[in-house]
């Protein structure tokens, strides 16, 4: 789930209000949602001539879209844009209304708005509402955003979880907290990840046996969870440094597709008490959290199915081939022993002759096995395919502008695929890892004789001087990789200019 899409799950809260006017516009300005409240200040109705869905501002509302204009600048900056006292013309009358303007913002720019209305003369218990409502709206968008873009990038589960529990403490302003997932019988919920809890509670919390009475844990966006063996030893993980005053403690469920996968749970210090808010917004990340770990156990699933399947495949072709092979060397080996033995050298020199024969055929067959052991999307789309896939499952969904460039015709040898294909992931790593790029662009040139693989983002770049000989960011490893090739490697970067990596490899067929 991207931004966009979490911005549309959000965006029915709001728009459940009766007292605020809650439109959704979308970058253009166009009208894309709106609440009874909302239509009844701009005076619309849903039997409007062509109804009022993908109408501009302008139209609804001139006065507003003027002001609106001559600041948009600053909008498509990010900057939330207040109007005071609007006067609104109505069939009752003309009101005046605070008009609010917050730009929803992804990696790649505003995408929409969101225009909230508060009569003036409720904008004292409104007005408080209403921007209690954006700073949660903007709180829990930002949050998903970075749990997606964490979510995205090539790491272990366990590495995943931790930098996401540090998003949730972020989010939450507390310093303590844990994932646990149940083991697959549900029975043991197991430590996945900590953040600032002392090591003998650690091992205390470590696994927490069962029974669980899973129908009994909540289903709603507000409605925490105590597990108390969980709950108990958090609390003393914090008190025990503490003066005086009490902690506050919440635990929400991690869930996926209705099935409970492991709780998540956050403390905070003395005086830091977890309101609705608090939990309707740590519930939206532990359900984002539960498909990382769902996805993660079906990608680990198929791999070891891939993995047995290969296994057994290589099996029966070892059987088949290499194994015969072997046999026969070893019942000539033999027999030529004996006729060595006996003294009949013509016939042991006839033997000898079809051991070479026969061996130069299993070094054949064993160099075709090796061959096919290459990664499994390399075999199954070839280079072209293999890094398209990488980008659309990656880097796309990390919200960049990814593109791959391909000019001539590939046909190349085994070796020569596998080694562009790691250069170019670990390349493409390094950007989403360090560079913060809008875009990557991925070149291919290829001609009978020669082939160019180029990775270019326009991230934040750095010197690459200051990073010579440190081992970071896997420069050595991409460029022993052309050597091996038999080719050469360049880096060309600098601070705020991006980042460039090319390969050029001369091709023997």
Not at 52 to 69: D, F, M, T, W
């Amino acid at each position: 789930m991207n931004s966009v899409t979490a911005t549309l799950d959000l965006l029915p809260r709001l728009l459940a209000s009766s007292d605020v006017g809650v439109a959704h516009l979308d970058e253009d300005l166009h009208l894309c949602s709106w609440n009874d409240a909302w239509a009844e200040r701009v005076g619309i109705t849903a039997s409007s001539a062509g109804g009022p869905l993908g109408s501009p501002l302008s139209e609804l509302l001139p006065s507003v879209a003027l002001s609106i204009q001559s600041r948009m600048s600053q909008l498509l900056a990010g900057e939330t844009l207040h109007l005071e006292q609007v006067a609104l013309a109505g069939p009752e009358g003309t009101s005046y209304q605070d008009v609010i303007l917050t730009p929803l913002v992804e990696e790649a720019g505003v995408t929409g708005f969101l225009s909230l209305m508060v009569e003036v003369s409720d904008r004292g218990t409104e007005r408080e509402a209403l921007e209690r409502s954006v700073l949660t709206y903007r709180r829990e968008l930002s949050a998903l955003r970075d749990v997606m873009s964490v979510a995205a990038e090539s790491l272990e589960l366990r590495d995943v979880l931790n930098r996401l529990l540090d998003h949730v403490l972020r989010m939450m302003k507390s310093k303590v907290g844990v994932i646990h997932l149940f083991d697959e019988e549900r029975t043991v919920l197991r430590l996945a990840a900590s953040r600032r809890v002392r090591k003998r509670i650690l091992v205390e919390i470590d696994e927490i046996a069962g029974p669980f009475q899973l129908e009994a844990w909540p289903t709603g966006e507000s409605e925490p969870y105590v597990v108390p063996g969980i709950a108990e030893q958090l609390c003393r993980s914090v008190t025990d440094s503490m003066v005086e005053g009490h902690v506050a403690y919440v635990g929400v469920p991690v869930r996926s597709r209705g099935e409970i996968l492991g709780l998540i749970s956050v403390v905070g210090r003395a005086g830091r008490e977890f309101d609705e808010g608090d939990i309707a917004l740590l519930t939206s990340i532990a359900d984002q959290i539960g498909v990382v770990v769902e996805n993660a156990r079906l990608h680990r699933q198929a791999e070891q199915l891939a993995v047995v399947r290969e296994r057994e495949r290589l099996a029966r072709e070892l059987h088949d081939s290499v194994t015969q092979s072997l046999y026969s060397l070893t019942l000539l080996a033999e027999a030529s022993q004996r006729l060595l033995g006996s003294g009949d050298l013509d016939r042991a020199m006839e033997y000898t002759g079809r051991l070479g024969e026969i061996a130069q055929q299993a070094l054949k067959e064993m160099r075709l096995l090796v061959y096919q052991l290459r990664p499994l999307v390399l075999k199954r789309e070839g280079l072209v395919g293999a890094l398209q896939q990488r980008l659309d499952a990656v880097e796309k969904r990390a919200g960049m502008d990814a593109r791959l460039l391909v000019e001539g015709t590939l046909d190349l040898p085994a070796m020569v695929e596998e080694g562009l294909y790691r250069i170019a992931q670990e390349a493409l790593n390094n950007a989403l890892k360090h560079a913060a790029p809008r875009s990557v662009t991925l070149r291919i040139e290829a001609d009978d004789r020669h082939v160019t693989l180029q990775v270019e983002d326009d991230g934040r770049g750095f010197e690459p001087a200051a990073v010579k000989g440190q081992g970071g960011m896997g420069l050595t490893s991409m460029e022993e990789r052309a050597e091996r090739l038999g080719g050469s490697f360049s880096l060309v970067s600098a601070p705020g200019h991006g980042t460039t990596v090319r390969v050029d490899v001369e091709v023997e067929r």
